[in-house]
């Protein structure tokens, strides 16, 4: 890596404001009118599933592909290739039907995929799916160099912290006593404005940066977060561009982070309850202003957080 920083698509940036840009907005206008209409989906278009089943199946990079299994007596074992490492998937369900929900990266390549389950007297099957391409928007920025470049002691700092969030992101738990999960539908973890920048690609004095992998909240300093989803704290920590931190297990690698925060209420091993707060807004680490960042992942994925709650 250069002496420039450029931070590793798991571990989120904040130096681009909240607010869109006006252009940025109208990008987002003009990619919502070329939407199909209603009854205009083809065969290859999933219809979207009944509003019971979350997260939303949308299976574009940054969006989650839901796989059936089929039935089986036990909850399937499930695993997809990501870069050298086989990750394993979080499977619902029961004995009628089991379900792999699959977090998609946002640097997949559009085209087909498949995913890996073990069978029960040894030996694999492959379910194949197609990942749908989807443009996500981009911000060009000119920006002083010298907020772009990291100096020596906090490039050594951002890489130290990768490592350690890297092992946090590999988080595999099961449920405990379980076969399923109950409902993934997720609480908004605090009221406010809504942004709609999750992949939005940030390019700095023509650098291309590491796209936007969560949602951002308007909320004022001190506003209380709450849990998304029943949890466990695995993580509390002040980070260079994230500022206060805490990452939440919700079981089965579907974790929840919420980042720049001003108080940390928890501490590592804390199990919460959906809607149990937990800790509060802020505007620590590489921010412009006060605001909720909050990312979900899957499968050591960052995904649409929108795709857990209802609109
Ligand atoms: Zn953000």
Not at 222 to 243: E, S
Request: charged share 15%; hydrophobic share 40%.
């Amino acid at each position: 890596m250069s002496a420039t920083a450029v931070p590793d698509s798991t571990v989120i940036a904040h130096t681009d404001p909240f607010v869109l840009s006006r252009r940025a907005a109208m990008l987002g206008a003009a990619s919502l009118l070329a939407l199909p209409a209603v009854g205009q989906q083809t065969k290859t278009k999933p219809l979207p599933p009944p509003p019971t089943l979350w997260p939303q199946a949308l299976p574009v990079p940054g969006g989650v592909a839901r796989l059936s299994l089929g039935p089986a007596a036990k909850r399937p074992v499930a695993h997809v290739r990501q870069g050298d490492a086989d990750v394993p998937l979080l499977v619902v369900g029961d004995v009628i039907e089991w379900t792999a929900v699959v977090g998609i990266p946002l640097a997949a390549t559009p085209g087909e995929a498949h995913i890996t389950v073990l069978l029960d007297g040894g030996g694999t099957r492959q379910v194949p799916y197609t990942i749908a391409p989807k443009q996500y928007k981009e911000q060009h920025l000119k920006v002083p160099p010298r907020t772009v470049d990291l100096s020596p002691e906090d490039q050594a700092r951002y890489e130290r912290e990768r490592d350690h969030q890297l092992q946090v992101m590999a988080t595999f738990t099961d449920q405990p006593g379980g076969t399923a999960l109950p409902s993934l539908r997720m609480r908004v973890p605090v009221p406010g404005r809504r942004s709609s920048s999750f992949g939005l690609r940030r390019v700095f004095n023509g650098q291309p940066r590491n796209p936007h992998s969560g949602m951002d909240i308007a909320a004022a300093t001190g506003t209380p977060i709450v849990a998304p989803l029943a949890g466990r704290v695995i993580d509390v920590g002040d980070y260079f561009f994230n500022g206060g931190t805490v990452w939440l297990d919700h079981g089965q690698g579907l974790l929840s982070m919420v980042c720049h925060l001003s108080s940390m209420d928890v501490r590592v091993g804390d199990v919460l309850q959906a809607g149990d707060a937990f800790c509060k807004v802020g505007a620590t680490g590489r921010v412009t202003g006060p605001h909720l960042h909050w990312g979900v992942m899957l499968n050591r994925t960052m995904v649409d957080p929108a795709l857990f709650v209802p609109a």
